[in-house]
C-alpha cells in the first residue's frame, strides 16, 4: 500500500482553515458541507502571520474555524436573510470548495470559497461519529431540536435516537 502523500503547505501550521485541510477532507471522501455554529469579530488575533482584525467562522463539526474574507462574509450574510451582524450569523449550513482563482496582492494563490448555493441540511445516519455525538448530546439532556439544526432526521432516525438515548 502506497503511502499517503503530504501536502508542502501542512508544514506551515495554521491554526484556520486551509486549502491543504479541504484536500485532506476531499481524499478521505468527506463532505465539505459543514453547519456554521457562530461567527466571532477578533480584534488584534493573528492570521496567517498578520495581526489584525478578523470575522471568523466557527463550526459544529470539528473542523479548524475558517476566516472570512469579503466574498465569504457576503455569502454568510447572503443565507442569514441578509443580516450584516455577525451575531446573526449562526447555524448557517455552508458547502465550501476549494478556488483556485483566489488572488492575493495580485497573485493567484488560491482559496477556500463557500458555495453561493445554500447547501440543504446533510441527513443523520446511523453508524457516523455525528450519530454517536447526536445519541449522547439526547442523553446528555440536549433536545432533538439542536440536533435539527445541524441534520435533517428521517422519522426512522429520530426513533432510534430516541431509543439509543432511552428517551423514549
Same mark, same amino acid.
Given at each position: 500500500m502506497e503511502k499517503p502523500k503530504t501536502h508542502y503547505r501542512k508544514?506551515?501550521?495554521?491554526?484556520?482553515l486551509g486549502i491543504a485541510d479541504l484536500e485532506d477532507l476531499i481524499e478521505e471522501k468527506h463532505t465539505l458541507v459543514f453547519n456554521i455554529k457562530e461567527v466571532k469579530q477578533e480584534i488584534g488575533v493573528t492570521v496567517a502571520g498578520k495581526k489584525g482584525n478578523f470575522n471568523i467562522a466557527y463550526f459544529h463539526e470539528k473542523i479548524k474555524p475558517l476566516v472570512l474574507n469579503s466574498t465569504n462574509s457576503k455569502a454568510v450574510k447572503m443565507f442569514a436573510n441578509n443580516s450584516p451582524f455577525v451575531e446573526d450569523w449562526k447555524n448557517i449550513p455552508v458547502e465550501l470548495y476549494i478556488d483556485d482563482t483566489v488572488k492575493m496582492k495580485g497573485e493567484v494563490v488560491g482559496g477556500v470559497?463557500?458555495? /453561493?448555493?445554500?447547501?440543504s441540511l446533510p441527513f443523520l445516519s446511523e453508524?457516523?461519529?455525528?450519530?454517536?455525538?447526536?445519541?449522547?448530546? /439526547? $442523553?446528555? $439532556?440536549g433536545? /432533538?431540536?439542536?440536533?435539527?439544526?445541524?441534520?435533517?432526521l428521517t422519522e426512522e432516525i429520530i426513533l432510534k435516537l430516541k431509543t439509543d438515548a432511552n428517551i423514549i
Open positions: 508544514v506551515f501550521k495554521s491554526d484556520h470559497r463557500i458555495r /453561493l448555493t445554500k447547501p453508524n457516523t461519529k455525528a450519530y454517536v455525538n447526536a445519541v449522547s448530546h /439526547l $442523553s446528555n $439532556s433536545t /432533538l431540536d439542536d440536533i435539527q439544526k445541524r441534520f435533517q
